[in-house]
């Protein structure tokens, strides 16, 4: 489990797909030193388990499907990433709960100043849309963020300077894919809500089927 509040941001050494999936080494600078063989970290989001450290550098074996759910296909010797280790047991919980999860993959539609803040539109599926509401959770990228408004299609976040400089968001372009995970909370209600209602209303006769 961890709380979207990133750690540091690494650096990918190398990226090299092959027929089990994607080995990805990524300078992790001074988080290094806090991990250990097997444990997880978030990369953008997404938790990896760590199967090689060498001094400051973290290697990671992405599988196809992570691959296909994530952005991390696309990065490239260079790329920045986020990092974040787990919440540990009685640790400050600063953002909100994040499995590492992701749910899908979203896009930056436009980005507009706002003082020093700055105001990020994303497209994103519909599936994961009609979980988000106005200042709920979201994390982008293994970020947490408070949402400002969902319209059609799209999700509006604004980002602090301190978020701008510590994470890879301040570096995203128009068109740039990025990670998604909905609130857990959110997804639960949600789950509950639409197993509850219909059987209510097959119930009370509005619906086909046995109630």
């Given at each position: 489990?961890f709380?979207?509040?990133?750690?540091?941001p690494?650096?990918?050494v190398t990226a090299?797909?092959?027929?089990?999936?994607?080995s990805?080494v990524?300078d992790?600078?001074?988080?290094?030193?806090?991990?250990?063989m097997?444990?997880?970290?978030?990369?953008?989001?997404a938790?990896?388990t760590v199967?090689?450290?060498?001094?400051?550098?973290?290697l990671?074996?992405?599988?196809p499907?992570t691959?296909?759910?994530t952005?991390l296909g696309s990065?490239r010797?260079?790329?920045r990433?986020n990092?974040?280790?787990?919440l540990r047991?009685?640790a400050e919980?600063g953002?909100?709960?994040?499995?590492?999860?992701?749910?899908?993959?979203?896009?930056v539609?436009?980005?507009?100043?706002a003082?020093?803040w700055?105001m990020?539109?994303?497209?994103a599926?519909?599936?994961l849309?009609s979980?988000?509401?106005?200042?709920?959770?979201i994390?982008?990228?293994g970020?947490?963020?408070?949402?400002?408004?969902v319209?059609?299609?799209t999700f509006?976040v604004m980002l602090i300077?301190?978020?701008l400089?510590v994470?890879?968001?301040?570096?995203l372009?128009i068109?740039?894919?990025?990670?998604l995970?909905?609130?857990?909370?959110?997804?639960?209600?949600?789950k509950?809500?639409?197993?509850l209602i219909?059987?209510?209303l097959?119930?009370?006769g509005?619906?086909?089927g046995?109630p």
């Open positions: 489990m709380t979207g509040l990133v750690e540091h690494g650096t990918v090299e797909p092959g027929e089990a999936g994607t990805i990524v992790a600078g001074p988080l290094a030193a806090g991990i250990s097997g444990g997880s970290v978030a990369v953008n989001g938790c990896l199967v090689g450290i060498d001094g400051c550098r973290l990671f074996q992405v599988g499907e691959i296909k759910r952005n990065v010797a260079g790329s990433v990092l974040e280790r787990p047991m009685g919980l953002g909100h709960w994040v499995q590492g999860h992701v749910d899908g993959l979203g896009a539609l436009a980005r507009e100043p003082g020093e700055e990020v539109r994303f497209s599926p519909e599936s849309l979980m988000m509401l106005p200042q709920g959770s994390t982008v990228d970020v947490s963020l408070t949402i400002v408004e319209g059609a299609g509006t300077p301190h978020t400089a994470t890879t968001l301040g570096l372009k068109g740039d894919s990025v990670n995970e909905t609130d857990i909370l959110a997804r639960y209600a949600w509950a809500i639409d197993q219909p059987a209510h097959r119930q009370a509005l619906l086909p046995k």
